[in-house]
């Protein structure tokens, strides 16, 4: 089975902090996501990666930059945390997304104070 | 810019009744995939369409793809209260680089 894997199910940080969330996939996955979910708005994508040292911008970047050194690992970065940022962060991974399914992580709950 | 569309935003339904919940897309994408989320969680994945007349059972939730329609359903039979969730259609197309593209979820509320 494929498994996502992010760093923390739950985080509280203080406005102002940096903040890296962590995601791991152990199925060799080329492109990984990240996405942010809040209600009423879906699944908002923030950034992409297709390949190693590979990043796309998604529809809300700001505020976010992304690192994936390894195949395996994408990380997501806040440079400096704000209360707007509070929410519901997913991790997937996948093959070409015209080729197979998105497998996502547990989801991360991110509350900025 | 692809669109994915899903109709109705929220249902409640009673217990044993049946319900179709619609997911219109703009692409000519012939691969489609039905999430589960439940409350609190992550997005689970339920169905994977692989091409036109493409229809997948489990339990009580049937999927089939119209790709000619762009049109995808996801029908629930004889509803119990454990399907309540949010149930994500999502397409992806080569012509629109490495991304899925997600409606905006249907939040499914089953009613004893």
């Known amino acids: 089975d494929v498994k996502v894997t992010q760093s923390s199910r739950y985080l509280v940080k203080r406005t102002g902090e940096k903040v890296f969330l962590e995601c791991v996939q152990d199925?060799?996955?080329?492109?990984m996501f990240w996405y942010r979910q809040d209600p009423g708005l879906g699944l908002r994508l923030i950034y992409f990666s297709y390949d190693v040292k590979m990043k796309e911008k998604g529809d809300i970047p700001e505020g976010y930059s992304v690192s994936r050194e390894k195949k395996e690992r994408f990380s997501l970065i806040l440079e400096s945390a704000s209360t707007n940022q509070t929410s519901m962060y997913l991790c997937?991974?996948?093959?070409?997304?015209?080729?197979?399914?998105?497998?996502f992580g547990q989801g991360t709950r991110l509350t900025v104070v | 810019e692809l669109k994915v569309e899903q109709n109705p935003l929220f249902l409640s339904m009673q217990e044993g009744k049946n319900y179709t919940i619609y997911c219109n897309y703009s692409t000519t994408s012939d691969r489609l995939y039905w999430y589960r989320q439940d409350p609190g969680k992550s997005l689970e994945s339920l169905f994977v369409l692989l091409s036109n007349g493409a229809v997948k059972q489990e339990g009580r939730l049937m999927a089939s793809l119209d790709t000619k329609a762009r049109l995808s359903t996801l029908h629930i039979t004889a509803a119990v209260h454990d399907l309540s969730a949010t149930y994500f259609c999502?397409?992806?197309?080569?012509?629109?680089?490495?991304?899925?593209?997600f409606g905006t979820g249907t939040s499914l509320t089953v009613i004893p």
């Open positions: 999502a397409v992806a197309d080569w012509n629109h680089g490495n991304q899925f593209y």
């Open positions: 199925m060799d996955h080329e492109n």
């Open positions: 997937a991974s996948s093959l070409h997304p015209s080729q197979s399914q998105a497998f």
